[in-house]
Each structure stands twice: as C-alpha cells, then as structure tokens.
C-alpha cells in the first residue's frame, strides 16, 4: 500500500534551515509528482511547492521562490523539502502529497511540525 | 491564483441527517481539452493529515463510504454528506488543482 513517511519534528532559531524528508512506498515514487503543503497551527492548508521525481524539475509558490529547495533521491524513494531563512510565522506542520500522475493529491505523509523561535 | 471560497465556514448536524457544504471558485475549473473538472475534497480529522474523498468534483476515492457525494461544475460545487454518522465530525476542504499553486477553500468544520 502507498505510504509516506516524513521524517521527525524539528524545533529551529529564526534565521535557520530545515530540510523535512517523505520516504515514499508502495507505488512509483519517479511516476507521480510530490507536493507540498503547510498548515500553520489552527489554519488552513497552503500548497507551497512541486517536485517531479523524474527530471527532478519543480516550482514553488511565488511567496516560497528563494528561500524553498526541492530535491529527491530517486535510489530511496525520498523527497525533501528545505526552507531557509526560517521566521516565526514559518511554524507549521509540513506535508508531503503524492500526486496521482500530475493531477490531484491522492496520499499524505503524516506531517512534519516544525517549530521556529526566536 | 484561483481563489476558493466555501460556506458555510461551520454546521451543526444531527446524527443521520445531511450536511451539505459548498464551495465557490474565482474561475473554471473545467479543462476543455479533456472535459475533466479538477477539483477535490478532503477530510481532515484533529492531529491527523487530510485525507481526499472525491476527486474530478463527483468522483469516489476508493474506501470512501458512499455516503459522501461531490456534485457542481465550472465554479459551483458541493460536498453533500447524507446519513452523517459520528465519526463524520471533522473539517472539510475543497481544493482546486486546476493549476499551480494549487488552493484550498478555508474549510469547514462539521460538528454533530
């Protein structure tokens, strides 16, 4: 069965970098493209950016371009987020989503919270 | 970016009525080119991650109970809920992936 598996909470300064990596299993990992979204405590869900795990090719929300990284390890199955530049109102819980193909968000990782402090 | 609006933001529904949710999109998100609508609801209950019911506006994931319908096309949509049952209760998103970036509407919360 699919499952994505992200990696542990992190707590970091402002100012600082986070790398979040979703182990994915049971399907094509370089087939489907990766999403990601955030969800800041009580809120709502914000799509930050793609990844194709083929080409490695990706984009990211025009408020993330600079400071968002997405990479993948196509021998691991794994994609990774990182986001620098780190300020308190980057506290959230991150999500990986596999797209079916290049179309809707079928699975989740069960999310990463990552607490920024000042 | 394509903005998605649902109504209302919360209900209150008695065990085995219906709970009917909407959403509204700034623009179409039916593609011309394959007559597919890209738009999806998920569930999402506390401290878990969203989980996608209905996807292309009316179609059943897998394992989703039948008691969960999407219905609209082009702007208007519709999740409807028919026999609410208790483990229904949790907040419901409708998210376009028309295009990037992908947007969601702001939820809503359904409560027994």
């Known amino acids: 069965q699919v499952q994505l598996v992200q990696s542990g909470a992190e707590v970091k300064k402002s100012g600082a970098s986070v790398r979040v990596s979703c182990k994915a299993s049971?399907?094509?990992?370089?087939?489907?493209?990766m999403h990601w979204v955030r969800q800041a405590p009580g809120q709502g869900l914000e799509w930050m950016a793609w990844?194709?795990?083929?080409?490695?090719?990706?984009d990211s929300a025009q408020k993330f371009k600079g400071r968002v990284t997405l990479t993948r390890d196509t021998s691991i199955s794994t994609a990774y987020l990182e986001l620098s530049g780190l300020r308190s109102d980057d506290t959230a819980v991150y999500y990986c989503?596999?797209?079916?193909?290049?179309?809707?968000?079928?699975?989740w990782g069960q999310g990463t919270l990552v607490t920024v402090s000042s | 970016d394509i903005v998605m609006t649902q109504s209302p933001d919360s209900l209150a529904v008695s065990l085995g009525e219906r709970a009917t949710i909407n959403c509204k999109s700034s623009q179409t998100l039916l593609y011309r080119s394959n007559y597919k609508t890209y738009l999806g609801w998920f569930q999402q209950k506390p401290g878990q991650p969203p989980k996608l019911l209905i996807y292309w506006a009316s179609t059943r994931e897998s394992g989703v109970p039948d008691r969960f319908s999407g219905s609209g096309s082009g702007t208007d949509f519709t999740l409807t809920i028919s026999n609410l049952q208790a483990e229904d209760v949790a907040v419901y998103y409708c998210?376009?992936?028309?295009?990037?970036?992908?947007?969601f509407g702001q939820g809503t919360r359904v409560e027994i």
């Open positions: 990844i194709n795990p083929n080409t490695g090719g990706s």
């Open positions: 989503v596999k797209s079916w193909g290049n179309s809707y968000g079928d699975y």
């Open positions: 049971g399907y094509s990992f370089v087939g489907n493209y």
């Open positions: 998210q376009q992936y028309f295009t990037t970036p992908w947007t």
